[in-house]
């Protein structure tokens, strides 16, 4: 049973646009933050795992792309800001090293996971299809974690700060994305 909807509370079809507002917000992100580790990091060992997330993030959001248009949602207000933002992170943390640059997988890929499980679980039964792209691209997500915590992530100095600092502004971002 569905709790009542209470007065402010958004309609279904406005919480499934702020769903595909902030999917799409983070995939863009994503992508961003690969690239300003290639950027750094282009020619690293870890360089060909990169350009492989980095790949799937693109094609995640090429499917958000497609929602957004399919579903006359408007994307988030806040793209200028992670397109520098995205890019800034994954340069500065390629600049700590490779394994920071996988730290920094590590946290945002935790933090999308609890994201889309939290997604899917709200999506319940109504929307089968955008619950099973959700499932799909949160496997994606958390086999990246994986790769991340592979390659050494956990070894960066002060990986616990770096992680929860990351943390932080992806719980940040998805808010805003998901409003604005």
Known sequence: MTAPR?????????RVARMLRVDHAGEY???????????????????GIIRHMAEQERQHLA???????ERRVRPTLLSPVWHVAGWALGAATALLGEK??????????EVIDEHYASQAEALGNAEPELKATVEEFRADEVRHRDVG???????????????EAIKAGSRLAIWLSSRL
């Open 6 to 14: 209470l007065p402010g509370d958004p309609r279904p079809e406005e």
């Open 29 to 47: 992100g994503a992508v961003r933050i690969y690239e300003g580790q290639l950027a750094v990091l282009g020619r690293a060992k870890s360089a």
């Open 100 to 109: 920071a640059a996988m730290a920094c997988t590590v946290a945002v890929e």
């Open 149 to 163: 915590l592979a390659h050494g992530a956990e070894e960066t100095p002060g990986y616990g700060l770096l992680t």
């Open 63 to 69: 499917e958000f792309d497609r929602l957004l248009v």
